[in-house]
């Protein structure tokens, strides 16, 4: 049978679409375009622009395998520096040539088998695969406060920074204490006048030193065999990382909340603020923070902690509910995202004219977090309940490309006109997932974006060898396959 010829849509030009076009490129499967809502590539890192942006996973693992990346200034990463990074990569490979920027996708729909797609624009596109790499955290989630909309100063999103937000000797309010928050306090909280940090829930952090490598170590940085083994090295204590997050009781997770701990102990030395920066459930139950100097700028002259619930926002600040007014020039809200959108709110209509919203109108599902029953031919990279919590998703990605290969190569050699994963399967694959995420950190009593509408967390609950070992090869029995 001679091969047939695949048309593909990539949604979305970050990591996960900057690498499905490298890789479909590879294997001489050229018909595509990517369509990216913004006006760059970069994803997660070109929305995001605030004071102290950094990556939490090391450098050397945050790079694609097959362009590692010498220049990193940082063991953890600026976000400047990897947006410029993911602009580097897809301009060497040609990535922005074949994207359509500014032109965001707001319908696909299966039709005599193929998908169909309409833009925002106008622009139809009729092809056969449908690539998501929409990511997770770019919708910003706004938080439901009383008088928001009366503020007179700045008010913004923390992903939706104001550049022309005036922040020297101002006072200022952040919303929010996760990973967010904590890299903002660090950043700016000398060049204000005062900054109100308003606490819902304290974060144990994790003391990771990030001073610039010397030009000695970037020197080493360039010769290859270092960086491979430098990334083995991260890799297993990576690897320990994942160990204490899927098993609560494990010692590896013991010894997280050991160094946090003592993290909180050595560094804050008045007994009252300690106490009020200490959480009352275990280390990285919440995403863990990593930062070497968020306790001592809370302890900083200009800074406040404030953890009375907020009540209201009025036009010069923010009441809370013991009724002091805390006064403000700049408001942040440093409120998250909604994590379980993913392509939403886009419209995806599937066989017998199903919608995503009806197939996930009690919670984001899919087999291995990639493909869904009556959406043939749509594979997504880091979808529902993946690896988000526990490994590089880089890494992740690039094993997901790897598998979506093999089905999409059923597809070119003719095998099959369409592709879904069994339905049974799928739902029998999300009760195991449910069952092993009871053993994780996750479920050891805190409230996290992690975690779905059930409280069970909406990630990977095993550890990485197996996903090593469920991604070498799909069990065909999981999938129907139409003949064409």
């Known amino acids: 049978m001679a091969e047939r010829h695949l048309r593909f849509a990539i949604i979305g030009a970050g990591m996960a679409g900057i690498l499905s076009a490298i890789k479909l490129t590879e ?24 004071p102290g942006l ?24 600026p976000g400047l520096e990897i947006q410029q990074y993911f602009e580097r990569v897809a301009e060497s490979y040609g990535v922005a040539d074949r994207a359509r920027f500014n032109d965001e996708v707001v319908r696909c729909e299966w039709l005599d088998s193929r998908w169909h797609l309409t833009t925002h624009d106008g622009h139809t596109d009729v092809v056969d695969v449908v690539i998501s790499a929409t990511g997770v955290l770019h919708h910003p989630k706004w938080p439901d406060i009383a008088g928001l909309d009366s503020f007179e100063g700045r008010v913004f999103h923390s992903a939706r920074w104001d550049h022309d937000a005036v922040l020297d000797d101002a006072r200022v309010g952040i919303v929010g204490s996760g990973s967010t928050g904590v890299q903002i306090i660090a950043a700016i909280h000398e060049r204000v006048a005062h900054l109100a940090s308003f606490q819902r829930t304290p974060q144990w952090v994790m003391p990771m030193s990030n001073e610039a490598f010397v030009p000695q170590q970037l020197e080493a940085h360039r010769d290859l065999d270092y960086l491979r083994a430098t990334h083995s090295k991260l890799g297993e204590l990576f690897g320990r990382f994942t160990n204490a997050v899927i098993d609560a009781a494990s010692p590896e997770s013991h010894m997280i909340g050991e160094m946090c701990r003592s993290n909180l102990e050595a560094n804050v030395t008045d007994p009252a603020l300690r106490e009020r920066l200490r959480p009352d459930y275990q280390a990285a139950c919440k995403r863990l923070i990593i930062s070497e100097n968020y306790y001592q700028a809370m302890q900083h002259p200009n800074v406040e902690l404030v ?34 959108w993913f392509m939403r709110p886009m419209q995806i209509v599937g066989t017998h004219g199903v919608t995503l919203d009806e197939a996930w109108a009690q919670r984001p599902l899919a087999y291995l977090s990639m493909t869904l029953p009556d959406f043939p031919n749509f594979f997504m990279l880091n979808g529902p309940n993946g690896p988000v919590g526990n490994f590089s998703l880089i890494s992740v990605a690039e094993l997901q490309f790897a598998y979506i290969e093999q089905l999409i190569a059923r597809l070119r050699a003719g095998d099959a006109l369409e592709i879904a994963p069994d339905r049974a399967t799928t739902e029998q694959f999300e009760a195991t997932r449910v069952e092993a995420a009871q053993r994780t950190v996750w479920m050891t009593g805190c409230t996290s974006w992690y975690l779905d509408d059930r409280g069970v967390p909406a990630t990977w609950p095993w550890p990485w060898d197996r996903f090593l070992d469920v991604m070498a090869a799909p069990q065909w029995s999981a999938y129907n396959l139409t003949e064409l």
């Open 54 to 77: 950094s990556c939490d996973v090391p450098s050397q693992l945050y790079c694609f395998s097959f362009a590692p990346n010498p220049d990193w200034t940082h063991p953890y990463s």
């Open 27 to 50: 294997s001489g499967l050229t018909d595509f375009t990517v369509y990216e809502k913004g006006d760059r590539v970069g994803g997660t890192w070109r929305e995001n622009s605030y």
């Open 307 to 340: 953890t009375d619930e907020i009540a209201n926002v009025e036009s010069n600040g923010v009441r809370t509910a013991d009724g002091v007014l805390h006064e403000l020039d700049v408001l942040v809200l440093a409120t998250g995202f909604h994590a379980d």
